[in-house]
């Protein structure tokens, strides 16, 4: 399907409702532009949450993870038993 659009002073476009429904664009969606061999190439995109976590946090995990002297070794026996 061609379709031709107009681009407004602000730079938007409106997507034609049959494209939207078809590739379940919803309002307020994301879609993704990549130019592509001087051809536009828009699909929908997802966003996903960042988190960030603090210096402190990260200290704190690379603690909590720290390993015992001997836990490899029990780690080991626990890995073959269960592996037998």
């Known amino acids: 399907m061609k379709s031709t ?3 407004s002073s602000r730079g938007q ?3 034609p409702s049959s494209l939207r429904k078809k590739m379940g664009i919803q309002g307020g ?3 993704s532009v990549e130019e592509q061999n001087g ?3 828009l699909s929908p ?3 996903t949450e960042v988190e ?3 210096d402190e946090e990260i200290k704190q995990w690379l603690e909590d993870d720290r390993s015992e002297p ?3 070794e029990k ?3 626990i890995f073959a038993r269960n592996n037998k």
């Open 5 to 7: 659009l107009m681009v």
């Open 75 to 77: 780690i080991k026996k």
């Open 45 to 47: 995109a997802v966003v």
């Open 70 to 72: 001997g836990d490899e």
């Open 13 to 15: 476009i409106t997507l």
């Open 29 to 31: 969606g994301v879609i």
């Open 52 to 54: 960030m976590y603090t």
């Open 39 to 41: 051809k536009l190439v």
